[in-house]
């Protein structure tokens, strides 16, 4: 099993930022991709950035490129994601995924365990 614990959500007026973190612990001893994804009421869950093993590679969703960006520290288990020029549309309950393999991973349902989620508003 493991668990994933989400923080840094908050309010923040438009063109803020925050950073989210996310702690894994529990049978992470091997390799694993992690990813951030968000839902907004009433709509379903997006895909928003994605991290290798390595931390070498990353893939992100069009609307936060060049606003986001994920990055991981294995050595604290912890992957994290700053969000710069925050925007109204970013509202939403961001939660992050697990998936133990070393791919680029899209689709909520490819990943095995999910954190509980941090509510990010974005005032305009």
């Known amino acids: 099993q493991v668990q994933l614990v989400e923080s840094g959500g908050g309010l923040v007026q438009a063109g803020g930022s925050l950073r989210l973190s996310c702690v894994a612990s529990?049978?992470?001893?091997?390799?694993?991709?992690m990813g951030w994804f968000r839902q907004a009421p009433g709509k379903e869950r997006e895909f928003v950035p994605v991290?290798?093993?390595?931390?070498?590679?990353?893939y992100y969703a069009d609307s936060v490129k060049g606003r986001f960006t994920i990055a991981r520290d294995n050595a604290k288990n912890t992957v994290y994601l700053q969000m710069n020029s925050l925007q109204p549309e970013d509202t939403a309950v961001y939660y992050c995924a697990f998936r133990r393999d070393y791919g680029l991973f899209l689709d909520a349902r490819e990943y095995e365990y999910w954190g509980q989620g941090t509510q990010v508003t974005v005032s305009s």
């Open positions: 529990g049978r992470t001893f091997s390799w694993y991709t």
């Open positions: 991290i290798s093993w390595s931390g070498g590679s990353t």
